[in-house]
């Protein structure tokens, strides 16, 4: 089910979801499963929702594009129109001032419109509400059927003894008991029907027959209140019939603009170009009426800077009368506005467009096919000018080869003499011998695979076609005594320029094949371009992206780096008394750290390959290591003169000066690696719980500087919070790799064991 219908016709009709619910006697929140695709419509709720839209069910779930507004129950409501109006023009970026205006002459007549509403429900039926007369019949109406229920009811109850079967049965309008013939007379009634066995008699007892009497006279009453509702609207809707007939006039007008644009979005057509020259340019143009799968594209060029008139000639069923008909059929379609076939067409605005195809022959008016055929050439010719396109098919046929051939020629003369524009077939020799000496016209043929004797139906231009007349004879199984004696009769000079055609034809079609086969790689090659940009795009962005996540990366490590000198300075301002060691220590520290902006400042991102011994950024530890192995997506590398595994995508191929006096390693960069005496263990006992943890994160770091696989942290047994505290503050630390109580020998319970990465 195309849900998105739903939404789109509820949308233009201006209802809300609780509108449609009340409609359809449901709750909103059902409705609402609906449009979402939560939940199935009922058949019965589709159909009444098909009803109320004026849509097949086709279009209601999707099968078809074609909707129907034919009975005009589709609301006349200016905000409707505007709203799809508004959606064609953002979905198709069109300038629709010409629509709007049209939509602003739209009169939206409330009267009319809420009466309506008010009145009449989604089936067509009168509310109950319509007014207080008709409400109060219809309650009657209904406490009468029910008074009668309960009575049956009583003597389904009370006599199920008589009854063929238990069970109330409906017989003309009328509510019965089928009871057993032998009981027929034990209730009291009236006989409505009986069963064709006449074993079941169907009886309305006496006691509900008065009802049924009280409901007839109210059911009359009740058609009589609503006609008089009904023609009280109609006289509200008279009132308004001027503004209503422009109303619909403008609707037909807007809905043919609007038909059109879909007509050509789902068929993929184009719009023509227009020119104030008697012209006609269409390429790749086809038939709008012929599988797009099947018929085969030609290109046409009449008028301005080309000749005015073509002759088409070629085999019989090789396509020529569809080639008129093609033509003729997109410049009308043209003049009425509507987009056509082709992939790139100009058209000239005709005055006239006169067509004469087809056998027009009449018992009944005494008209043979050749005098049909003049009877509507004698219609064209008093009409042609400049402004006129001509599409005559076998001009001058149906006569006298001779003569018929003579006043064709005559006829094209005259055609030209008027400047109008003409597409003509025929099978008449002398025509194409006479249009080789015009200047006004170019010849064509409907090529023809001599092969195997069928149609190829592509248009070739300058071109003189055969008709093939017998090798389409003896193809189609004409006797070949009768085909020889044919192939005698005719001339040999006629046979040498057939065989000079048929070359010339062959080799038009083997170019245009050619030209058709380049135009496919062009278009291939262009599709590929347009990837190959992207790519490129795509590239350069994700470069600059990470070229700004190094850069980012090498800031933060050279402020951290320059964050502890600080701090190691102002310590050593900070105290007052220090020994030698502690002094050299530290300017040690200083000096180690500095180190980090000088390899830093000449580390540079290098977008190559990676390949063993080179240098790369490790993004995990934002450390500078070198390859020592590579086997697919997996490296070995040297990092602080250990060897570690990595993922290729965890480094980043990087460039480093090797001539700045600072950084000596040539086995990678020693990022930090401070020589301090470090302990293995730690001692918080008694500390406050903010002490013990400033202490523990200061020699943690010492004891990562100096590359310490495992130390010990001796925190006592106590209370338990101090081990609570330091184990919670042990779970955030990203260098921690594991932690446990000591065991025996190690310290117990007062005792963690740390495990460093």
């Known amino acids: 089910m195309n849900f998105q219908k739903l939404i789109e016709l509820r949308e233009d009709f201006n209802l809300k979801q609780k509108d449609i619910a009340k409609l359809l006697n449901i709750t909103q929140q059902t409705y609402s499963l609906w449009e979402n695709g939560s939940k199935i419509i009922p058949l019965k709720h589709l159909n009444s929702l098909c009803n109320y839209y004026n849509v097949s069910m086709d279009y209601m779930l999707g099968l078809s594009n074609k909707n129907s507004f034919n009975n005009g129950k589709y609301n006349i409501d200016k905000k409707i129109i505007g709203m799809r109006l508004k959606k064609f023009r953002k979905e198709q970026n069109l300038d629709l001032f010409y629509f709007n205006n049209l939509v602003d002459q739209l009169y939206y007549i409330n009267e009319i419109v809420d009466k309506i509403k008010n009145s009449i429900d989604i089936n067509y039926r ?104 009904i023609k009280a609207l109609c006289l509200i809707i008279n009132k308004y019939n001027c503004q209503l007939k422009s109303n619909n006039e403008l609707i037909e007008e807007i809905s043919f603009m609007y038909l059109k644009g879909d007509y050509g979005i789902n068929e993929n057509l184009e719009i023509a170009k227009l020119s104030k020259f008697s012209e006609i340019k269409l390429i790749k143009a086809i038939h709008p009426l012929i599988d797009k799968d099947k018929v085969i594209a030609n290109d046409f060029l009449l008028g301005n800077n080309q000749k005015n008139i073509l002759i088409i000639s070629g085999p019989n069923a090789g396509g020529k009368t569809v080639a008129l008909k093609t033509v003729a059929l997109l410049v009308l379609l043209n003049q009425c506005g509507l987009p056509i076939s082709a992939s790139e067409a100009i058209l000239g605005v005709f005055k006239n467009i006169f067509v004469d195809i087809g056998d027009d022959q009449s018992i009944e008016n005494s008209l043979s096919g050749f005098s049909s055929h003049i009877y509507n050439l004698k219609g064209i010719i008093d009409n042609l000018d400049d402004k006129t396109f001509v599409a005559l098919d076998e001009l001058g046929s149906k006569t006298d080869p001779l003569e018929g051939e003579a006043l064709a020629k005559a006829i094209i003369d005259y055609i030209g003499e008027k400047k109008s524009l003409a597409m003509i077939s025929t099978h008449y020799l002398g025509i194409k011998d006479f249009a080789k000496e015009s200047d006004n016209i170019v010849l064509s043929s409907m090529s023809f695979d001599k092969n195997t004797l069928t149609p190829t139906y592509h248009l070739l231009l300058n071109v003189v076609g055969r008709s093939y007349a017998l090798e389409i004879s003896s193809r189609m199984g004409l006797n070949k005594k009768i085909i020889n004696k044919a192939y005698e009769y005719k001339k040999i000079n006629n046979y040498d320029f057939e065989k000079l055609t048929d ?82 220590e530290t300017l040690q520290k200083i000096k180690k750290l500095k180190k980090i902006d000088s390899v830093l400042d000449n580390i540079h991102e290098v977008d190559e390959n990676i390949s063993e011994n080179d240098d790369v950024m490790i993004k995990s530890l934002n450390k500078i290591g070198k390859v020592l192995k590579i086997k697919g997506n997996n490296l070995k590398v040297l990092v602080s003169d250990k060897e570690i595994n990595l993922k290729l995508n965890d480094v980043r191929k990087v460039s480093i000066n090797k001539n700045q006096e600072k950084v000596k390693s040539t086995k990678g960069v020693k990022v930090i690696n401070f020589e301090k005496n470090v302990a293995t263990s730690i001692n918080v006992v008694g500390k406050h719980v903010d002490e013990a943890l400033e202490e523990i994160s200061r020699y943690l770091d010492d004891a990562l500087l100096v590359h310490y696989k495992s130390v010990s942290i001796i925190h006592g047994t106590g209370t338990g919070t101090l081990k609570k505290a330091i184990w919670e503050y042990l779970k955030r630390q990203k260098y921690v790799d594991s932690f446990r109580s000591g065991v025996y020998g190690e310290g117990g319970i007062g005792v963690t064991v740390v495990n460093l990465k």
Do not use: W
């Open 503 to 584: 070359e010339l034809s062959e080799k038009l079609l083997i170019e245009k094949n050619k030209i058709n086969l380049l135009e496919e790689k062009e278009k291939k090659l262009n599709e590929k371009e347009q990837l190959l940009i992207k790519k490129q795009v795509e590239l350069e962005e994700k470069k600059k992206s990470l070229l700004e996540e190094v850069e980012y990366e090498k800031e933060a490590l050279i402020e951290n780096a320059e964050a502890e000198i600080k701090q190691i300075v102002d310590e050593f301002k900070n105290k007052s008394v220090i020994k030698l060691h502690e002094k050299n």
């Open 126 to 229: 009168l509310f109950d509400n319509a007014s207080i007369k008709l409400k109060n019949i219809r309650q009657e109406i209904t406490s009468l059927e029910s008074d009668i229920k309960n009575r049956l009811n009583s003597y389904l109850k009370n006599h199920s003894e008589y009854l063929a079967e238990c069970l109330i049965v409906s017989r003309g309008n009328h509510l019965v008991l089928p009871v057993k013939a032998t009981y027929k007379n034990s209730i009291k009634g009236i006989v409505v029907d009986v069963s064709d066995s006449g074993q079941t008699y169907y009886i309305e007892p006496y006691s509900v027959v008065e009802l049924s009497v009280k409901i007839e006279n109210l059911k009359y009453e009740e058609i009589i209140e609503e006609n008089r509702i």
